[in-house]
């Protein structure tokens, strides 16, 4: 099926094939951004050839059917594009355009979102927007306390406040899901240091020029509809550029009486990455924000932070995230409880056992749906705020079994989650036998039922202090299986990151060699 006005057209398979599908994504890529693509020109049919480069313009009409102005890096440049017309144009992991050869036979593309209702027409799925991405995060009310948190950013003097509180209490969903109950306030966005998967790290989004491009592209967007240009600055004039940004922002919200709120959740996150680049981070920031505008940040502690922050958060600019109260826990657990295991009863027995925290609610919920009675719940720990409460009674019960210490030790420190068929790939015959009754026993702790994901950033930190002097050879074992399965992604991406962490540079450097990733 084609679409004649965009030149564009549906190819089906013969057959079905196992390999994962890159995520179409209609929001348009960044100018000055970098892309990559793989095709066939006529020049190189046989085996395809890589290019690389840069977005040079995001056209506001489209020319010939191009709306995007491609640079090819002359690495990967050729003379002749004949044939590689379709194949995608992929920036930051997601298609987001097809390439086209113009009539002068210079490379272009079609953004995804300018074929977006062609394909949505036809059933071809897009990525959706991050809100609508909920992971099967289960969210509470919390009236009461989002009255004073808005009165607090209403009255900051600094235009800064600081959301602290447990971990597992809920700031992260509170940060990500805020909808104001104030007309004059708006959640403007949130830039999360705790990301569910993939392989953008906390290191990597509290570099400067990253928070920059960031802040960039969604304050153009919010001002032109479209992101604004990336480009090289050095640390001097990000911090000038950063502070003309929120006063361009904050002028654009005083002018509608409104004031725009934007989260940084998990500071805490830059603050174990060391204190130069914690202090590097926060000093992007003014020592008060414009009018118009207003910071949170949130964190377990504010004390543990409140020498980089300094001036920036006043005395009374930092407000504690409380327990659900009875009523919302109760919400809480009719919402997310499957229909079968709804009763008062069960309803009682978590709501006590949980004591209002959300991620302890969340894992006795789960448990209840996995089929635990009434009975076994009632006996589980009163944590008293402290989820690590709830992970100190569990250990014991996966410490019987040597290999599923091991277990758990791996997967605690795989870079993200991975299915849990790549997973037994590292494992060795031992603890293959174990990974089924191992799951079974923390499946409530992990994001999905086929993946290695764990749920929250807590228990890998837990898992990973009780397996400390594992941490050396299981990096290794990381880096092996790295280095011998450069073909998947996993693989690919994090044979450095699992090499620097494995203790043995040299061993590092010899197995980069052999999988002919890197030429020293």
């Avoid at 079905?16 to 892309?35: C, N, R, T, W, Y």
């Avoid at 966005?189 to 020029?209: D, I, K």
Wanted: charged share 20%; glycine share 8%; aromatic share 6%.
């Amino acid at each position: 099926m084609g679409g004649l006005p965009l030149d564009v057209c549906i190819l089906a398979l013969a057959r079905e094939v196992d390999i994962a599908p890159i995520i179409l994504d209609e929001k348009l890529p960044i100018q000055g951004s970098q892309f990559t693509a793989f095709g066939f020109p006529v020049a190189k049919l046989s085996v395809g050839h890589r290019l690389e480069g840069s977005i040079s313009q995001v056209l506001d009409t489209p020319r010939l059917n191009l709306d995007l102005d491609l640079h090819v890096d002359m690495s990967s440049a050729l003379t002749n594009y004949a044939g590689i017309s379709g194949a995608p144009l992929i920036c930051g992991g997601h298609a987001r355009g097809m390439l086209r050869v113009a009539i002068d036979k210079s490379l272009g593309a079609i953004s995804v979102a300018r074929m977006s209702a062609f394909l949505q027409t036809h059933a071809i799925p897009i990525k959706e927007l991050p809100e609508q991405e909920a992971d099967g995060e289960m969210l509470a009310a919390r009236q009461v306390f989002t009255e004073k948190f808005e009165l607090l950013v209403s009255t900051s003097s600094h235009g800064y406040v600081f959301i602290e509180g447990a971990h597992g209490i809920g700031k992260s969903t509170f940060c990500d899901r805020y909808r104001p109950l104030n007309s004059s306030l708006e959640h403007f966005e949130t830039y999360s240091f705790t990301p569910r998967r993939g392989p953008v790290s906390p290191m990597h989004l509290a570099q400067p020029e990253v928070f920059f491009d960031w802040l960039n592209t969604v304050v153009s967007s919010h001002l032109t509809g479209r992101a604004g240009r990336v480009s090289a600055k050095s640390y001097p004039e990000l911090i000038v550029r950063v502070s003309e940004l929120l006063e361009i922002l904050g002028q654009s919200y005083v002018s509608q009486e409104k004031m725009a709120v934007i989260f940084v959740d998990a500071i805490d996150e830059v603050a174990k990455l060391g204190q130069g680049t914690l202090d590097q981070f926060i000093g992007l920031l003014p020592s008060r924000m414009p009018a118009g505008v207003s910071i949170v940040f949130s964190a377990p502690s504010y004390i543990h932070l409140s020498t980089a922050l300094g001036s920036r958060i006043e005395s009374g600019s930092c407000i504690a995230m409380p327990p659900l109260e009875p009523r919302s826990a109760r919400a809480f657990c009719l919402d997310n409880l499957v229909p079968e295991r709804v009763s008062a009863a069960t309803v009682r027995i978590i709501c006590e056992r949980g004591q209002g925290h959300p991620l302890y609610l969340r894992y006795l919920v789960d448990l209840a749906n996995g089929g635990t009675d009434g009975e076994h719940l009632a006996v589980l720990p009163l944590i008293n705020g402290s989820i690590r409460t709830y992970y100190e009674t569990l250990w014991p019960q996966l410490l019987v079994d040597p290999e599923a210490v091991n277990l758990l030790a791996i997967i605690a420190r795989l870079r993200w989650g991975i299915p849990t068929q790549q997973l037994v790939e590292i494992l060795q015959e031992a603890e293959r036998l174990a990974l089924v009754s191992t799951l079974a026993r923390i499946q409530h702790l992990l994001l999905r039922h086929d993946e290695t994901t764990i749920y929250h950033a807590s228990f890998a930190d837990f898992l990973i202090e009780k397996t400390a002097l594992r941490e050396l050879d299981v990096q290794r074992r990381l880096l092996e299986y790295c280095a011998s399965r450069p073909d998947t992604d996993y693989g690919t991406l994090n044979i450095i990151y699992h090499g620097l962490r494995s203790g043995k540079l040299p061993a590092t450097d010899a197995l980069l060699n052999t999988s002919g990733l890197v030429q020293l």
